[in-house]
């Protein structure tokens, strides 16, 4: 079953062209000037039931605008996505029941209220009968070891706590997808094996489709088989990591291709 389609996805942003000094920031006020920067263009693919894909790409690549745009959080520019046969901007409470997000910039949790509270509202939120509630409690609470700051509220957590945090609260309601964007930023080592080790469990088991973007990619072969390379917008490469392995192998490792691979652009922007 195709879970995520996306065809011909774009993305222009309008941003303002500043003018230099004082005299241009009066003219921006009275005259304001914007060009048009195309963030992703024209992007298609699919992702079936069950697959893990990790999304990789240079920063400004246009990774969290694809996201935002998979999530129904932004209107894409033209094309279409469709999550399991729906546009999610135009459903966006329907897509919500199907999608889990983790965004590793960003708690969704409440700020002020201990982080039980916000399980508690989001099981309110989502109708999650109380058996489905209690069951994913423990098996949350026991991988990513939740236990011991559930009482605090989520401003008071550490990174890696947060974003433990955050990950039990998107799959609370068991959607069949899950985006995480940059979850494991900044997060010290054992945190990160935590939630990679959860997130290895959740495709493996309940068979939920993973989308990933990282900058990890030492653990990203442990969790996807499959990854979307996007480079200034445009798909670099779409296949499994097997694949990319028998194709630029040799000795080198997945970190080494792709590093090899984003040699030249990565190049062109230093340089
Ligand atoms: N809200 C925004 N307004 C204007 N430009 C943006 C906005 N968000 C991102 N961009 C630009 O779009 C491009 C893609 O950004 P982004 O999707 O965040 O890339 P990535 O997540 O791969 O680092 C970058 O050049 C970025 O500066
Ligand atoms: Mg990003």
Redesign the pocket.
């Known amino acids: 079953m195709k879970m995520i389609e996306v065809r011909n996805l774009k993305?222009d942003?309008?941003?303002a062209k500043k003018r230099t000094g004082m005299m241009g920031s009066l003219k921006h006020l009275v005259m304001p000037r914007y060009e048009t920067?195309e963030?992703?263009k024209g992007i298609s693919f699919q992702i079936h039931e069950g697959e893990s894909v990790a999304f990789l790409?240079?920063?400004?690549?246009?990774?969290?605008?694809?996201?935002?745009m998979l999530t129904g959080i932004m209107k894409p520019s033209e094309g279409t996505v469709r999550i399991m046969g729906k546009d999610p901007f135009l459903n966006r409470i329907e897509n919500a029941r199907r999608i889990g997000v983790v965004f590793g910039q960003k708690s969704q949790l409440w700020w002020d209220i201990p982080v039980i509270e916000s399980f508690r509202l989001l099981k309110n939120i989502y109708s999650i009968p109380e058996e489905q509630y209690t069951r994913n409690m423990e098996r949350f609470g026991e991988i990513l070891g939740l236990h011991d700051f559930l009482s605090q509220p989520a401003r008071k957590l550490s990174l890696g706590q947060r974003v433990r945090a955050d990950l039990a609260a998107s799959l609370l309601h068991e959607p069949p997808i899950l985006f995480l964007?940059?979850p494991t930023i900044g997060v010290d080592v054992t945190a990160k094996q935590k939630i990679y080790e959860f997130l290895r469990e959740t495709n493996s088991k309940k068979k939920t489709t993973i989308l990933l973007?990282s900058h990890d990619m030492k653990d990203l072969e442990s969790i996807c088989q499959r990854l979307l390379i996007?480079e200034k917008?445009k798909i670099l490469f779409d296949d499994t990591i097997d694949k990319l392995l028998k194709e630029y192998g040799g000795e080198m490792t997945l970190e080494e291709i792709i590093i090899r691979l984003f040699e030249h652009e990565a190049d062109h922007i230093t340089g």
Do not use: F, M, P
């Open positions: 993305k942003y309008r941003i920067l963030a992703v790409g240079l920063n400004g690549a246009g990774k969290s605008t694809t996201i935002k964007d940059e973007t996007l917008g």
